[in-house]
């Protein structure tokens, strides 16, 4: 099933139990697949291009949590953390902690990275094979300390 297939169900059942919450979260995906349907590129949506396009909508909203936590505006802060955690419902689970260290120490080890100077072709490896398993920053950080 795919990312808008499961949108449209899950917004009926959300319609049907009036979850306020819920809608504006799926609303929000909703709007993006739309947005990247007509958006004029002719790029197909696969899943890939799904996780990215959450994973932006996720960012988004967590740049505007931390504003309104950062201005005391705790109204607005709830709404952006609710819809944060509908949208990340259908993100896959992320890669972390010491996943993540081995996933990448096994890539330095494929690419023969043997110090800082390798960073971007690691980089490179890595963010290929982790796209839509972990964060940029997070892959970033590893490879700084592992190098």
């Known amino acids: 099933m795919s990312l808008e297939e499961k949108i449209n169900k899950d917004l009926?059942?959300?319609m049907k139990a009036k979850d306020e919450v819920t809608l504006r979260g799926i609303r929000?995906?909703?709007?993006?697949?739309q947005l990247a349907k007509t958006d004029g590129t002719g790029q197909i949506?696969?899943?890939?291009?799904?996780?990215?396009?959450?994973q932006k909508l996720v960012k988004t909203r967590?740049?505007?949590?931390?504003?309104?936590?950062?201005?005391?505006?705790p109204e607005?802060?709830?709404?952006?953390?609710?819809?944060?955690?509908?949208?990340?419902?259908?993100?896959?689970?992320?890669l972390e902690g010491a996943e993540l260290e081995a996933v990448i120490r096994r890539i330095i080890q494929e690419t023969g990275a043997e110090s800082a100077r390798d960073m971007g072709k690691v980089?490179?490896?890595?963010?290929?094979?982790?796209?839509?398993?972990?964060?940029?920053?997070?892959?970033?950080?590893?490879?700084?300390?592992?190098?």
């Open 45 to 54: 949506i696969d899943e890939t291009r799904e996780v990215q396009m959450l």
């Open 28 to 33: 929000a995906i909703k709007s993006l697949i």
């Open 62 to 73: 967590q740049e505007s949590l931390d504003i309104y936590e950062k201005n005391n505006r």
């Open 76 to 94: 607005l802060a709830k709404i952006e953390k609710e819809e944060i955690e509908v949208i990340r419902k259908y993100l896959p689970a992320m």
């Open 12 to 14: 009926v059942v959300a």
């Open 123 to 147: 980089m490179g490896a890595a963010n290929k094979e982790l796209a839509g398993k972990a964060e940029g920053r997070a892959i970033s950080e590893i490879v700084k300390r592992l190098l």
